[in-house]
Each structure stands twice: as C-alpha cells, then as structure tokens.
C-alpha cells in the first residue's frame, strides 16, 4: 500500500464563515487531493478521509464550539457511505441538476435533521433540492446577472432560504454582498486581519512584534518578562484576568504579573502572553487570530515529531501569522527582530531540520507539497492539522475576551 493509499491522506483546512456584521460563527471543513491523485477517484478518497477524520471527533474540537459545514462528496450525498457525525454538522451540496439516488440521499439527511447547504455558482438550481435547503451560497465571481436571479429565486421561492456570499476576495465583494442580500460570508478577505496596506504597522504593533520576539527568546531572563509586561497595563489586567480564571486551575487569587509568573510558570505565561500579543495584532478578529495560533501549534508538533526544536518551530509559527497580519514577508520581520541564527536561516530559507518542519506545514496548508518532501505522511500531517485547531480554540477560549453578543450559531 502506497502512502496515498491511507484513507486519511488528504489535506484538510478550515475556511472562516463570518456574518454580514464580522462575527466569525463557523467554518466550512474544505478537503484536498495531491496533484497525482486522478479526479475520477477523489470523491470516494474524500468519504474516506473524512469517515476517517472525523468519525472519532466532537464538533467542538472540530469548530471550536460553532457552527461546522462539511461539503459532501457523492457517496455520501446518495448515502452509500454514511456521514460521521450528527445532525448538528451543516452539510454541503451542488446546486445544480441531482439524480434521483442524490436528491433522496440528501432528503434522507434532511429528514434526520440536518441544515443543507447549496453550493454552485449560478448553476440552474435543482427545485427538489431547493426545498430540502436551509441556505445557498452565491459565488461572487460569477456572472452578476445570474447571481441576481438565483437570489430573486431563493428569497422568492418555498420558505426562506438564507444566502451565503462566497469566495470574498475585496471591498466591493462586500458591498455587492449586501445587495444581494446575503447574511452570511466567507472568502479569504475575512481570514486576514483588519485591512491595511500591505507591510505597514503603527507604533503599537511594532511594540506587539518586538514583545512577542522578547517573550519567545529562551535567555530573555525573567525579570524583563515581568517588567515589560507589566509596563503594560492592558497586557497585564488581561493576563491577571485569566490568572484567576477557572482556566488557570489556581486556588487562589493573584494580583501581580510576578505572583502570575510564579504561580504559573514561566513557559505558560510565555504561551498566554504571546497570544495576547497576536491578538492585539489582529486586532482582535477571531478567524485570523485562531488559524495564526492553530498554524504555529501544529508548527510545533511537526517539529518534535521530527526531533527539531518545537519551542523555536512555535516561535516561527507565531512569526509566520504576524508577517501574515502585518500583510508583508516573513523576511522583513527577521530582519528587523534579533532571532537566533537558526531560527532566521529557518524562517528565510527553509535551512535546517527546523525548516523542513515549517516548510512542511506552509506546503500543507497550501496543498502543495514542500521541495524537499512530506518529513510525515500526509495523513498524519492532516491528523496534526485537526488536533492543532483543536488545541488552538481552547487556548484563546481560555485567554482571549471574547466579543459581546456573538451569534452563538447559524442553524
């Protein structure tokens, strides 16, 4: 049996689902083939990994306690093969013309209490589907003409379906979105930070960069942890906040940035604190926020399954998201931060055991697998992938304020 063989070889990835108004309240779980996997073959291979993935996972772990749609590939849309998970997982099907094992597979799935979802462009719209849908996402890149009829017929038709604007790319996909009516949003737009141009960063960011290198350096000693975090007077109610938060599991109360770094350990407050820091840099926008901190954990796991140092794989997870929501090059932060050379030849040139593992994580979340190889299979990188996520909704969970009157769901 070949790697590709493994049923859980594919790439995995979350895409953020955001309201009209910015609030992030799911994701769309998209799966991914190689380049030499033939097309005719990667629905079977997608049921297959996705029986395999998440056949064993709570939507918790799986969408940080919101709202989860999975597109599903045809044996589970005719219901040969059966989805892994409960009615409280959206599922996601082509707008277009069903066959007949099709329209009954997905009525099957209504009927058992999922929320579907229609997917397609401007295609013509199946009438047997429409009625068993909760929502239909338009494709922005589609032809406006016909993106203005299929939502006439959405909004016009049985019940009310809800509109999803797709693949959000700019500004004016925002507006355009409002005109058409859609309540919901996704499309890399709303996975980058606050905008901004590209490469700049105020005062107060650059301090966020300089303290997050500070605070990731291992010979930073202890006592300059303490007082620059302290000289911060936001960064320090948050972290004595979350101090003596049920999170933290202390038995009693803390009311300075030193008791915190005692009673907690120092490593820990290096960890909480730096996702402070990240977030004020992505000033506080949860999709950004979660896939930087989910892209730099799994940074680490690769890391040490590969015997690299995972607290400097960390580090370079982080410094990879902040380069992302400064929206310039990673090489323009080594340059200005004093990194250990092995960390900077890493980061810039992939050099090292250490990066090997960054490069393998940057070519999975890509799909595109890295010049010198996968240093895991694919299917444990995907493995890595889901728990990283995981791992990454509860330690914002724990550390970061949430926003007032989130949705708490979609359905």
């Known amino acids: 049996m070949t790697e590709l063989d493994d049923p859980g070889a594919v790439y995995l990835r979350h895409r953020p689902l955001h309201t009209a108004d910015r609030y992030l309240v799911g994701f769309t779980l998209q799966v991914g083939h190689p380049g030499e996997v033939p097309a005719a073959g990667r629905d079977d291979r997608a049921a297959r990994a996705l029986a395999h993935h998440l056949g064993t996972r709570q939507r918790q772990d799986l969408a940080g306690g919101r709202q989860l749609l999975v597109p599903l590939p045809a044996p589970m849309r005719t219901g040969a093969v059966p989805v892994p998970f409960g009615p409280e997982v959206l599922v996601t099907a082509p707008l277009g013309p069903a066959d007949d094992p099709t329209a009954a597979g997905l009525a099957a799935l209504a009927a058992a209490g999922h929320a579907l979802v229609l997917a397609g462009g401007t295609a013509a719209a199946d009438p047997r589907l429409l009625g068993l849908a909760s929502y239909v996402t338009l494709d922005l890149a589609a032809d406006p003409d016909a993106l203005r009829d299929l939502a006439d017929t959405c909004r016009h038709g049985r019940g009310r379906l809800r509109l999803i604007a797709g693949g959000v790319t700019t500004g004016a996909h925002l507006t355009y979105a409002e005109l058409l009516g859609c309540e919901l949003l996704e499309g890399p737009l709303l996975e980058r930070g606050a905008d901004r141009p590209a490469g700049t960063a105020d005062g107060s960011r650059i301090g966020r960069v300089q303290l997050l290198a ?149 070519g999975y979340l890509r799909w595109a697998a890295p010049p010198l190889g996968w240093p895991l299979p694919l299917a444990e990188l995907a493995d890595v992938y889901l728990t990283s996520f995981a791992w990454a909704t509860r330690i914002l969970a724990d550390i970061v304020t949430p926003s007032a009157g989130r949705p708490a769901a979609i359905a």
């Open 214 to 362: 500070a605070l990731r350096r291992p010979e930073t000693p202890l006592g300059e942890i303490v007082a620059m975090v302290a000289r911060d007077p936001g960064l320090a109610f948050r972290l004595l906040h979350a101090t003596n938060s049920a999170a933290a599991g202390l038995t009693r109360r803390v009311s300075s940035v030193r008791e915190a770094v005692v009673l907690l350990g120092l490593g820990r407050v290096r960890q909480w604190v730096s996702m402070m820091a990240l977030a004020d840099l992505a000033d506080v926008q949860e999709a950004p926020l979660l896939l930087a901190v989910a892209r730099a954990r799994m940074c680490q796991v690769v890391a040490e399954r590969i015997d690299a140092d995972g607290e400097a794989a960390f580090t370079a997870g982080l410094l990879l998201g902040v380069a992302d929501l400064l929206g310039g090059p990673v090489t323009a932060l080594t340059a200005q931060l004093p990194l250990a050379p092995a960390l900077a030849a890493a980061l810039d040139r992939g050099a090292g055991e250490l990066g090997r593992a960054l490069g393998a994580v940057r």
